[in-house]
C-alpha cells in the first residue's frame, strides 16, 4: 500500500470515527448519570435525518436551517423520550429502564416505518460537502475533512461545558452520587434532561453528518450505527467522556483501516466492532479508560 | 417559635418501623443532640427530615412550611443541609468544586446565559467563587482547594463536607456523626468549630453522635432513640442520670 492511500484510509478512519465519538457521548453521559444504556439514542440518530430530509423537502429550508431546525428539535426528542419513558422509572429496579429503552427504540423504529414510509429516500446533500479537494496525490471529498473538524470542535466544546461550567460540575456531581446532589440542593431533573438535551443534539449532528456521508435515508438506518457507538463506549470506558471518544476513534480507525489492510475481510466490517467489544468485555470489562470500581463491603 | 417542627413521625419499610412517632422541635441556634444504639434510627429520622425517606405517617414544619413529602432539592434550598456518617463528598471533583456545585441552587442565570457567557452570569460566577474560596479558608481548607476531594485526609474530608453543607446557606445543619474516627483532641476541636460555625452562620443544629464527650458538652438538649422509640429527652445531665438511657446502652442485668 502507497502511503497515499495510507493517508486516504486514515482520513476516512478519522473522520468515521469521528462520528462514532460524537454519537458515542450521549450514551455515555447519560449512562453516567442514570446508569441506563438508553438503546434509543441509535434511532435518535435517525430521526435527526428524517428531520433535515423534511425540513429541505417539505418545508423548502435551506440546509443549514434545517440542520439547526433537526438539532434543536432532536434534542427536544432527546428530552421528552426521558420525561415519557424513563423518569416515571426511575425508581423502579434498573431492568425495568432498560426495557423501557428498548421499547422506545422499537417505538421510533415502527413510528418511522409508518409515518415516514419504509421505503429508502435519498438524503440531500448540499455541494460545498461533495467537492474533491487534492492533496497531492491524496484526493478527498470536503465532507470527509469537514465532519471531523466539525466533530472536534463539538468534543471540545462539551469538554469545556462539562469541566468549567456549572452545569459541567453538576453533571460530574450527580454521576458520582445522585442522592447526595440532590441533597445539596441540584435539581437533578433538570440535570439529567439537560444530560438527555445535550447528548440527543450531539447525536443530531452525528446523524445529519451520517446522513451526508451514507445519503441513503430509511427508518432503520439508526440501528448499526446506535450499536456500533454504544460499543464505542463501552470500549473507552462507560461513563467516561474522553473514553467515549477514545472509543469511537479506535472503531472508525479501526473498522476502515481493517479493510484497507484486509479487503479481503471487508464482508466482516460491522464484525469488527462486535469483536472488540467481546474482547474488551473478556479482558478489561470497565473499558479502556474506566475506572475500577471496588465495591465496599 | 419553633424553626423546625417534627410532629410524631413514623417510618415504616415494609413491616419493620424504622423510626416511630418520632417528635422534635428545634429553636433559632439551638444545638441538639440525637443519640442511641446502633441500629435505633437516628439516621433514618435524619433522612426523613431531609426528604430522603417519605414518612409514613406525621408532619414535618419548618419555618412555617410544610415539608413532609418535599423533593430533597427543594427542602436543601429551604434551608436544611446536612453532613453524612458515611462521608459523601463528590470524590471526582476539586474540593473548590464541591462548595461551588453546592452553591448552584441560589444562582439565577440560565443554562443560555451560562453558555453564552453574558456578563450577569460571568458576575454571579465571580461573586460565588470568592465567596467559596472565604468559606474554604474559614475551615482552613485553602491550600487543599485544587485537589481531588477524595485526596484528602479523614479529618479534611469531614470539615469538607461541613463546607459543602453550608454553601447551601442552611438555617439548619444536621450532623451525621461528625465525630466519628476522631481521636479526643480532635473532637475537641470539632467541638469548638461547631460552636463557632453555629455563632458565625447563625445556625441551629441537630447531630447524631457516639462521642458522649462531645454530646454532654455542647448539646443543650439531647433525644435517645431506641429501637426506633424515643425513650428519653432532656437535658445533659437529666440523660446522664436517666435509667431507662443505662440500660438501653448497657442492658438490663437481670436475675440469673
Sequence with gaps: MTFELFLQHFINGISLGSLYALIAIGYTMVYGIVRLINFAHGDIIMLAAYFVFFGVGLFHMPWWLAALFSIVLTALVGMGIEKAAYKPLRDAPRISILISAIGVSFFLENFGIVVFGGRPQAFYSPEVFQRVIKLGNVSIISLGIIIPIIAITLLLGLVYVVNNTRTGMAMRACSKDIDTAKLMGIDVDRIISLTFGLGSALAAVGGIMWGLKYPQLHPLIGIMPGLKCFIAAVVGGIGNIPGAMLGGFILGLGEILLVAFLPGLSGYRDAFAFVILILILLFRPTGILGEKVAEKV | ?256
Excluded: W
Design chain 2, 1 to 256: 417559635m419553633n424553626l423546625l417542627e417534627v410532629k410524631n413521625i413514623t417510618v415504616k419499610f415494609g413491616g419493620l418501623t424504622a423510626v416511630s412517632d418520632f417528635s422534635l422541635s428545634l429553636k433559632k441556634g439551638e444545638i441538639v443532640g440525637l443519640i442511641g444504639p446502633n441500629g435505633a434510627g437516628k439516621t433514618t429520622a435524619f433522612n426523613a427530615i431531609t426528604g430522603i425517606y417519605k414518612p409514613t405517617s406525621g408532619g414535618i414544619n419548618f419555618g412555617g412550611k410544610d415539608i413532609t413529602r418535599m423533593q430533597p432539592d427543594k427542602i436543601t434550598k429551604l434551608g436544611i443541609a446536612r453532613t453524612f456518617q458515611n462521608i459523601r463528598l463528590f470524590s471526582n471533583l476539586s474540593v473548590l468544586e464541591n462548595v461551588l456545585v453546592a452553591h448552584h441552587l441560589r444562582l439565577k442565570s440560565s443554562f443560555a446565559a451560562a453558555m453564552l457567557r453574558l456578563p450577569g452570569y460571568l458576575r454571579e460566577e465571580r461573586a460565588m467563587r470568592k465567596e467559596a474560596e472565604e468559606l474554604l479558608g474559614g475551615l482552613a481548607l485553602s491550600r487543599f482547594m485544587d485537589e481531588k476531594a477524595g485526596s484528602l485526609p479523614y479529618g479534611q474530608q469531614r470539615r469538607l463536607e461541613i463546607a459543602r453543607a453550608l454553601a447551601t446557606h442552611p438555617k439548619i445543619l444536621l450532623l451525621d456523626e461528625p465525630a466519628a474516627g476522631m481521636n479526643p483532641k480532635e473532637s475537641h476541636e470539632l467541638m469548638e468549630f461547631i460552636e463557632e460555625i453555629r455563632d458565625k452562620f447563625d445556625l441551629s443544629i441537630f447531630m447524631i453522635e457516639h462521642h458522649m464527650q462531645v454530646v454532654m458538652g455542647i448539646c443543650e438538649r439531647i433525644l435517645v432513640l431506641d429501637h426506633g422509640v424515643t425513650i428519653a429527652e432532656g437535658s445533659p445531665e437529666d440523660i446522664q442520670g436517666n435509667q431507662k438511657v443505662i440500660e438501653a446502652y448497657l442492658g438490663v442485668e437481670t436475675d440469673a
